[in-house]
């Protein structure tokens, strides 16, 4: 992003701009003139890459808590703004810093010190990838459908069954696993009930687990379906008690769900710069793009939605760094940047013409990024579930 003019707002302190400049110079740096990777080995090695190089320069230690402390201690305005800053660059490094966060939120929520201070000192530094294994081909924004088992076998767990749509997956040094550890409760009206459901750490060379299948989508990144085949992990690596995994998974999900809608803002400003570079150089029927008054009712569109959806966003950020319940304004947030993105977008590739959908044109790229953040960490749908219910609480 070229500024952060938003960083005057009264939700922003000094630190939360100095986190963002850091972004912008990492970025700068490292991703000006990177291609793009088109193969799935490409993809792989640029995302541990930029883990690396984003781990040498301590910018993981503001999406992994430090030492001692838990998923609290983020500060989630910083997590935006460095979420905003690199998705304006490239959606491979916001997807790579993010993936830091919540694949090892979960441990960041309710690891108990021992497994904290396993793996996530790695996480931060860039010497250890993980992932969030939450969803199962018929358990996605439905959790409590969940059929991925763990039974306790003496001082060991053992794992069966399928996880899919895991993001890192096949790069990953450990996951994160949901799984069900007792039977799940059904309603009168044939749900279940999301209780009975706990937590685990899987590494990649446990006994019993693999990477079934990887999964290409149009904004290319590492995505994978996993099988557990009575896969035994030590019983100490359960993450808090058991029976608690849909808590934590929510615990976590709250954190990061508002830096989703970040990332969307970071897409949505791209274009919209874009566009507004391109209409200032297109000439049409004898005259610039940018004097058709079509084009400036189009941009002042653009720039509306965009800077009505980033003041859900930090506001929700700034909420949650206070300490106040954030479920519905992160819903909010989510909801509304992700849908006004893809609008914002989509009017970009329309002002470009046929240049935009040629492929290798940025705003191409940006509209195959922005399509999969209206799903992931909860679909549109869901977060207007959850705010319907969060009103008639």
């Known amino acids: 992003m070229k500024d952060f003019a938003h960083l005057q707002w009264p939700f922003f302190e000094a ?17 000006a003139d990177a291609p793009h990777p ?6 792989d090695a640029h995302c ?34 460095i ?13 790579a810093f993010a993936i830091q966060g919540l694949g090892s939120g979960p441990l960041s929520a309710a690891g108990d010190p021992a497994l904290r201070s396993r793996y996530l000192p790695r996480v931060a530094a860039g010497q250890a990838v993980p992932a969030f294994a939450l ?41 994160c696993v949901f799984a069900r550890t007792s039977p799940a409760v059904v309603r009168p009206d044939g749900s279940a009930e999301a209780r009975g459901i706990s937590a685990f750490v899987v590494e990649a060379t446990d006994p019993g687990f693999h990477v079934e299948r990887r999964i290409d989508v149009i904004a290319p990144h590492p995505l994978a379906t996993l099988r557990f085949a009575g896969c035994r992990i030590p019983a100490a690596r359960r993450i808090g008690e058991e029976g608690e995994g849909f ?42 793009l940018a004097d058709q008054q079509l084009t400036r009712v189009t941009l002042a569109d653009m720039a509306t939605e965009l800077e009505a959806a980033r003041l859900l966003t930090y506001k929700a950020a700034w909420l949650r760094d206070r300490g106040d319940p954030v479920t519905r ?35 191409e790229r940006l509209y195959r990024e922005i399509r999969a953040l209206r799903i992931y960490e909860g679909a549109t749908e869901v977060q207007r579930l959850i705010i319907g219910r969060e009103m008639l609480r």
């Not at 509304?336 to 935009?356: C, H, K, P, S, Y």
Request: glycine share 10%.
């Open 135 to 175: 969803s199962e081909p018929d358990a996605g924004s439905d959790v409590a459908a969940m059929s991925c088992a763990a039974r306790l076998d003496g001082d060991h767990y053992v794992l069966d069954g399928t996880k899919t749509w895991i993001s890192n997956g096949g790069i990953a040094d450990f996951y």
């Open 247 to 288: 808590k934590i998974a929510m615990r976590t999900l709250d954190v990061f769900r508002t830096s989703v809608a970040a990332a969307a803002l970071g897409f949505a400003q791209r274009a919209l710069d874009e566009a507004v570079a391109h209409v200032r150089q297109r000439r049409m029927f004898g005259a610039l």
């Open 329 to 363: 304004d992160a819903a909010m947030a989510k909801m509304t940047a992700t849908e006004n993105a893809q609008r914002i977008i989509d009017r970009a590739v329309q002002l470009f013409g046929g240049r935009g959908v040629a492929s290798g044109e940025i705003v």
């Open 48 to 81: 541990l890459s930029l883990v690396t190089r984003m781990g040498e320069v301590d910018l993981l230690s503001h999406c992994v808590p430090q030492a001692g402390g838990d998923l609290s201690a983020l500060d989630a305005r910083t997590l935006c703004l």
């Open 38 to 43: 088109g193969t799935s080995a490409e993809v």
């Open 15 to 31: 630190r939360h701009g100095s986190a963002a400049r850091e972004a912008g110079a990492f970025a700068r740096q490292h991703l």
């Open 83 to 95: 979420r905003e800053s690199l998705a304006w660059h490239d959606g491979l490094a916001d997807f």
